[in-house]
């Protein structure tokens, strides 16, 4: 069938929303956050508008990696809920229209988990390191197994081995994971670090990197090339495999490569990740070079942030949080938001000790509803102390005029309206986003500028600015040419 007879996919314009479980909202008093809670806070994700929900994994998981080292593919995690009560938040979501996406993490497993000891055949192995790789948070990329006294290989940390997806039976087996979940009613799913599944067949050397990558690594990972270790040619097997088991629900690639490299994942993939967008200076040539090349890409799932890096209020402040929501939600495509990120939510101390070994616990505090001391997220013991739930809450902000809350809500809202490809232009240090007859323009500078001609002010980041004549410095406004 032509492209032009197709229905339009539910995402294609979606607002996702991610949800880290374990810092959402608790039902049980344990302090973790769990199903149950989610559940009961679904209404605040329709209140907000958005059309579908992101899980990070909520699967058992020794945490090494936060849940990101999966023990079992097929179950959830006891502190979490259990597969009935998954059932019910599925059920509940989609009686209220949103559509549920579960993190799928086809590239490793948990060390615990029974396929590394029962089928050491679906993981990488050697007699000694045949290579100079190393691990994404640092340090080689094989470990001596003590059973054997030979070498897996990991991408990340030591606990979380690779799986070999040349192997037809690791295909296989995680075709039935996405089926077992797809069957259960699940929409879609975020794929986790698909750069990381094929690798180069021989194993060989990265060579030294002689130019930055395009985006953030690790010092030690940034200073290798990663031509063999990632994005092996041989893509295609693995995402064919997924993308028969997932049939026609949503695959949403985390590819952590430039947007020029996506093309051979959007072949199988409905969409990919735009980490160039996430990390690009707020600085206007940038932006519209980033959005006009992802724009063209097609496909793009916008996102400027998750649990994987510092939060948005506290890398751009909060002017700038409040421009940097109007880009994201004024864009063409499907969109992620990050829970917290609708109240300003900045980083914050992060465990002590440090749950997560690379340093991300700040990005990963527990939701703030309510202005008191555990934010309305528990009635116990938080496992990661809240932030500053006494300045930002989902209470307080709610119907506030100017609040970041209330921004957001109606960016979503007017997004409904806003059609046509996008075209950007960049005006001194002010960004202009054409979308059919609304014009945004960002002024990203200290100068008040000029607004354009025709049109009227539908919605502005300052609050109380009216239709004036001009855009402030650092305000964020939509105009519509009716
Ligand atoms: O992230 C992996 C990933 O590909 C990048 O986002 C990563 O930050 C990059 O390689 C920088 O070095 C995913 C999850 O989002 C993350 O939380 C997990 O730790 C990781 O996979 C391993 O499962």
């Known amino acids: ?71 079992d593919h097929c179950a959830v995690a006891p502190e979490l809920g259990d597969l009935r009560g998954f059932d019910r938040l599925v059920t509940s979501a989609h009686q209220r229209g949103q559509r549920v996406l579960l993190d799928l993490v086809p590239s490793h497993t948990s060390i615990e988990h029974r396929w590394f000891r029962e089928h050491p055949e679906f993981y990488v192995w050697a007699d000694q390191p045949p290579n100079n790789w190393v691990a994404a948070f640092g340090g080689p990329a094989w470990t001596r197994d003590e059973r054997t006294g030979r070498f897996y290989l ?13 192997v037809p039976e690791v295909r296989e087996a995680m075709s039935e994971v996405i089926r077992f979940w797809a069957d259960r009613g699940v929409d879609g799913f975020r794929v986790d670090a698909v750069q990381q599944l ?12 002689t130019t930055p990558f395009v985006l953030p690594l690790g010092d030690e990972y940034g200073r290798l090339d990663h031509v063999h270790s990632e994005a092996g040619s041989e893509i295609a097997v693995a995402l064919e495999a997924m993308r028969e088991a997932a049939g026609g629900a949503l695959l949403v690639g985390e590819v952590y490569r430039p947007t020029r490299d996506l093309g051979p994942y959007l072949e199988h993939l409905d969409l990919a990740f735009a980490f160039e967008l996430l990390h690009a200076p707020f600085d206007a040539s940038r932006l519209a070079e980033v959005i006009r ?21 506290t890398r751009f402040g909060e002017e700038r949080s409040a421009l940097a929501a109007m880009l994201l939600l004024t864009l063409p495509g499907t969109v992620f938001l990050y829970q917290g990120d609708e109240i300003g939510m900045v980083d914050g101390a992060g465990g002590s000790p ?119 410095p650092r305000e964020g406004a939509v105009f519509w040419d009716s």
């Open 354 to 472: 440090p749950f997560d070994r690379a340093g991300r616990d700040p990005y990963r505090h527990p939701m703030q509803w309510e202005p008191e001391a555990f934010g309305g997220f528990t009635t116990g013991a938080p496992w990661l102390g809240l932030s500053d739930p006494l300045t930002r809450s989902v209470a307080t902000q709610r119907d506030a005029p100017g609040s970041p809350l209330e921004l957001y809500r109606s960016l979503i809202a007017l997004r409904r309206d806003l059609d046509g490809p996008v075209e950007v232009e960049v005006r001194g240090e002010a960004l202009e986003i054409r979308r059919g007859a609304h014009t945004v323009v960002l002024n990203l500078g200290d100068r008040e500028i000029e607004r354009p001609e025709a049109g009227h002010r539908v919605l502005s980041t300052i609050p109380g600015r009216g239709d004036a004549r001009s855009i402030a």
């Open 1 to 71: 069938m032509p492209d032009a007879l197709l229905p339009e996919p539910w995402w294609e314009e979606a607002v996702v929303y991610q949800i880290y479980p374990r810092s959402f909202q608790d039902s049980d008093g344990d302090g973790i956050g769990d199903l149950a809670g989610i559940e009961s806070r679904l209404d605040h994700l329709s209140w907000l508008g958005a059309d579908a929900l992101w899980l990070s994994p909520i699967y058992p998981s020794p945490l090494a990696d936060m849940g990101y080292d999966v023990a």
């Open 198 to 209: 094929m690798k180069d067949a021989d194993l060989r050397d990265d060579p030294f990197a």
């Open 293 to 313: 090349e992802g724009a063209e890409a097609r496909r793009i799932a916008w996102a400027l942030s998750n649990h994987d890096f510092p939060r948005l209020a």
């Open 154 to 166: 990991h991408s990340f940390y030591p606990e979380q081995p690779d799986l070999d997806w040349r």
